[in-house]
T-cell receptor
Framework: KAGVTQTPRYLIKTRGQQVTLSCSPI?????VSWYQQTPGQGLQFLFE???????NKGNFPGRFSGRQFSNSRSEMNVSTLELGDSALYLCASSSRDGMNTEAFFGQGTRLTVV | AQSVSQHNHHVILSEAASLELGCNYS??????LFWYVQYPGQHLQLLLK??????LVKGIKGFEAEFIKSKFSFNLRKPSVQWSDTAEYFC????????????FGGGTRVLVKP
């Protein structure tokens, strides 16, 4: 069974640009969550999508957005990039709706904003 | 809002020493508890999980954790570490009312000297 796949693995963008990251969950999983990992702030929850609906949202500005498609694949978009957005962005998929389930993480997309 | 704290940021041990990492969370409702590990250059992997039942849970690679509800704690233990246990360890909590949103502790970097 293939794991969670994130593309691209590495990305370099310039301040002010926008970026889209992609996540393919494990087959059959309907929940996709996104996290930002930085040395200073650790792992922080961005948002969760379940059956194409955003179910949870973390404390990030509106520049961070996401969506989920009918095949459960998800994309995350960051507009007007800032230097502080440089981070490892992790996607996790879960098979159920939060009851006694675990999250499986992808390798992440390393975003560098210059 | 829930929060998770890990007591140690860095731990240095010699091989065969015992390891215990502390984790406390604050949340008044029912939670699921996890320990994840991130080996150098690899993605987050689940070590063990607690949903309900026996508060002493066993995970992979000889790790175990004990849930003490009265102390809101979920401490990770391993009786005898190996050099290959060098990694960063994250405690995480999922409030069952919050879908699949995970709140992570700050992580503990463990270095095992051969």
């Amino acid at each position: 069974k293939a794991g969670v796949t994130q593309t691209p693995r590495y990305l370099i963008k310039t301040r002010g640009q926008q970026v889209t990251l992609s996540c393919s969950p494990i087959s059959g999983h309907r929940s996709v969550s996104w996290y930002q990992q930085t040395p200073g702030q650790g792992l922080q929850f961005l948002f969760e999508y379940f059956s194409e609906t955003q179910r949870n949202k973390g404390n990030f500005p509106g520049r961070f957005s996401g969506r989920q498609f009918s095949n459960s694949r998800s994309e995350m978009n960051v507009s007007t990039l800032e230097l502080g957005d440089s981070a490892l962005y992790l996607c996790a998929s879960s098979s159920r709706d939060g009851m006694n389930t675990e999250a499986f993480f992808g390798q992440g997309t390393r975003l560098t904003v210059v | 809002a829930q929060s998770v704290s890990q007591h140690n940021h860095h731990v240095i041990l010699s091989e065969a020493a015992s390891l215990e990492l502390g984790c406390n969370y604050s949340y008044g409702g029912t939670v699921n508890l996890f320990w994840y590990v991130q080996y150098p250059g690899q993605h987050l992997q689940l070590l063990l999980k607690y949903f309900s039942g026996d508060p002493l849970v066993k995970g992979i690679k000889g790790f175990e954790a004990e849930f003490i509800k009265s102390k809101f704690s979920f401490n990770l233990r391993k009786p005898s570490v190996q050099w290959s246990d060098t990694a960063e360890y994250f405690c995480a909590v999922n409030a069952r009312a919050a879908g699949n949103k995970l709140t992570f502790g700050g992580g503990t970097r463990v270095l095992v000297k051969p």
